[in-house]
Nanobody, 113 residues
Framework: QVRIGQSGGGLVQPGGSLRLSCVVS????????MGWYRQASGNQRDLVAT???????NYVDSVKGRFTISRDNAKNTVYLQMNSLKPEDTAVYYCKVLALGLWGQGTQVTVSS
């Protein structure tokens, strides 16, 4: 059974940084594309960033230059480094194993002074 565990959210001031982690168990992620999505209150869940098995990266325009998605296949983990955070980044962030359509439990990120 594939399981996804997320960690790293919290409250941060504008301009601050957070790193989200997504640990997958039950399957190796080395051949799988992975993604981060977010859902603000009352909104739909939107794509933030993806990383292919080969390491190709894709970002939504609003986070380019501020967020970095990365993967450590040895740890079966995907990360989302978020810098220069803005209040509009406030949302629940979800990790997804793209090919399997499996979601993590979500982690709250709140950017506020």
């Amino acid at each position: 059974q594939v399981r996804i565990g997320q960690s790293g959210g919290g409250l941060v001031q504008p301009g601050g940084s957070l790193r989200l982690s997504c640990v997958v168990s039950g399957t190796a992620i080395s051949t799988l594309g992975m993604g981060w999505y977010r859902q603000a209150s009352g909104n739909q869940r939107d794509l933030v960033a993806t990383i292919t098995s080969g390491g190709s990266l894709n970002y939504v325009d609003s986070v380019k230059g501020r967020f970095t998605i990365s993967r450590d296949n040895a740890k079966n983990t995907v990360y989302l480094q978020m810098n220069s955070l803005k209040p509009e980044d406030t949302a629940v962030y979800y990790c997804k194993v793209l090919a399997l359509g499996l979601w993590g439990q979500g982690t709250q990120v709140t950017v506020s002074s």
